[in-house]
Every structure is written in structure tokens, then in C-alpha cells.
């Protein structure tokens, strides 16, 4: 019993400080949003802000009381030969959708994974434009629309998820808006083999494994490269949701902390369209 106490108590604290952490990190990223910035380029031809750099402060700044160590796509990674020896690790992407961020169309959220022996356990992504915040762990998927503060979480709604099951009614896809490429294509031709109507929606950053677990949309098939700290949040939401996010070759469950930080391809939603 008391095992099972200090766990429940892991989690909650856990939990309660990664969102803290995100829609306080929220609010900072709209102050630049809502100004003039400037757009800068890694070397692998991704756009960074100043809202990329100071989001992941503040949720470093929170997240590193717990002693538990951190991979982020703005902190350079430790070695796989120290990475492996932790049961435990956050997974972060202080601001998921740059592009979406630069072009200024709302499409971009805050993600916070913590993820035990590399399985997500809790995910936490607020869309700061939104206001809408999605939270997972062991007691269920929930979203809560119109927060702007952590102070009023006890006060709001918490929608619990629980995704959508398909029927030949209508199949809606979700997809990337910058990789949309012939994989994804042929993918969605061979669902139409299936399914009689097909709806294809796009949708920027997490927001689409979201999509997910709110059912609406049925499944987002991932054919084009994709980091940890991209998906590590929204597979927690969606996996507590009753949604599968797994593999394209093997069909096993996305894992995380691996030595290679990229994911590979994988299809998200009701299993019966994963194995389409």
C-alpha cells in the first residue's frame, strides 16, 4: 500500500508541475508572438525565435526540481551511453510548429512528456493561441478549453477523451501541413479500398495527434522524419485516450530515449485503420 501511494503522489506532483510549466511557458511565447521577431535557421534548415529559447527556460527552469533529467530540441543531448542508464526522463519541445509560430497561424503548442523506461506516462500540450490545454496520465486523457493560467485549472472543465471510432460512414485523415508526400498518399488511396468517404484536414504540430484523441479525426499517418520530443506528449494523450500510436514496420508501439532521437515512420489511431 504504501508503494502505491508514494506512485499516485509521483504522478500527480509530476503532472500538476509539467502543466505549470507549459502555460507558463505559453504566456511567454505570446509576448513575442504578439510582436515583431526575428526568425534564425539550425543547421538543419529549421526556423528558432527568441519564443523557442525562452519557453524552454521556463519549463527547464520548472521541470529540473524534480531532479529528473531533461531531452529537449533546444538542449544539445547527453550520450545514448548516459541516456540509457535513466528509468526516467523528461521529453520537451518548448515550442512544437515554428513554422506555424512564424507564420502566425496559431497552429503551435507547448509539449511535455515525462516518459519511464520509454513509455510516456504523462503528456501535457497547451496551445497558447488556443487557450487549450490536453493532460494525460494513468486516470485518462482530458482537455480544457479557455485557460490562460495554471491558478484556474481547479475552476475549469475537464473533458475527458476518449477518441472516435471509425465506420464506413466517413474516414478523416489528418496530416501534416509541410509533409504531405507520396507515402501519406498512397496510404490514404489504399484506406479509400475500404472506406467510402475519406476526409483529408490538416493541422499544425501536436495539435493533429490531439485531433486524435478528441475524435476529430480518425488517424494520422506519419510518413516523413520526426523527433522524440515531437510526439512524446501527444502519444501520451492519445494512448490514454484508447489510441494507438505505433510503427509503420513491426507494428509495435512507439518507444522513446532511444539512441537515435528521430522516430521512425509510424501511423497513429483506431488499430483496425493502423493495420489498413
Not at 75 to 98: C, H, M, Q
Not at 208 to 232: N, Q, S
Request: proline fraction near 3%; charge should be negative.
Amino acid at each position: 500500500m504504501l508503494i502505491f501511494v508514494v506512485n499516485l503522489f509521483f504522478m500527480d506532483s509530476n503532472l500538476s508541475l509539467a502543466i505549470e510549466a507549459a502555460i507558463e511557458a505559453g504566456k511567454e511565447i505570446l509576448k513575442i508572438y504578439d510582436k515583431d521577431f526575428s526568425v534564425e535557421y539550425k543547421e538543419d534548415n529549421s526556423p528558432i525565435t527568441d519564443a523557442d529559447i525562452t519557453s524552454n527556460k521556463v519549463i527547464v527552469n520548472h521541470l529540473k526540481t524534480t531532479n529528473i533529467s531533461i531531452i529537449s530540441e533546444e538542449i544539445k543531448a547527453d550520450s545514448y551511453k548516459e541516456r540509457v542508464n535513466w528509468n526516467f526522463v523528461w521529453i520537451v519541445d518548448p515550442l512544437d510548429g515554428t513554422k506555424e509560430f512564424v507564420k502566425k497561424n496559431g497552429e503551435f503548442t507547448v509539449n511535455i512528456a515525462l516518459v519511464e523506461n520509454g513509455v510516456p506516462i504523462l503528456g501535457v500540450i497547451y496551445a497558447p493561441v488556443k487557450k487549450e490545454l490536453f493532460y494525460a496520465d494513468k486516470n485518462g486523457s482530458f482537455k480544457v478549453k479557455n485557460i490562460e493560467s495554471f491558478t484556474e485549472l481547479d475552476r475549469k472543465e475537464k473533458i475527458k477523451l476518449i477518441g472516435n471510432t471509425p465506420d464506413e460512414r466517413e474516414i478523416i485523415v489528418v496530416s501534416s501541413r509541410s509533409h504531405v508526400n507520396k507515402a501519406t498518399q498512397d496510404y490514404i488511396e489504399k484506406l479509400k479500398e475500404t472506406y467510402k468517404n475519406i476526409k483529408i484536414v490538416s493541422a499544425g504540430s501536436s495539435l493533429k495527434l490531439c485531433m486524435l484523441a478528441e475524435g476529430k479525426a480518425h488517424v494520422y499517418p506519419r510518413f516523413a522524419p520526426i523527433m522524440e520530443w515531437d510526439t512524446a506528449a501527444g502519444h501520451a494523450i492519445c494512448k490514454f485516450a484508447g489510441i494507438s500510436v505505433t510503427t509503420v514496420e513491426g507494428n509495435k508501439e512507439l518507444i522513446y530515449n532511444k539512441e537515435d532521437l528521430f522516430n521512425p515512420f509510424f501511423i497513429a489511431g483506431d488499430h483496425r485503420l493502423i493495420e489498413s
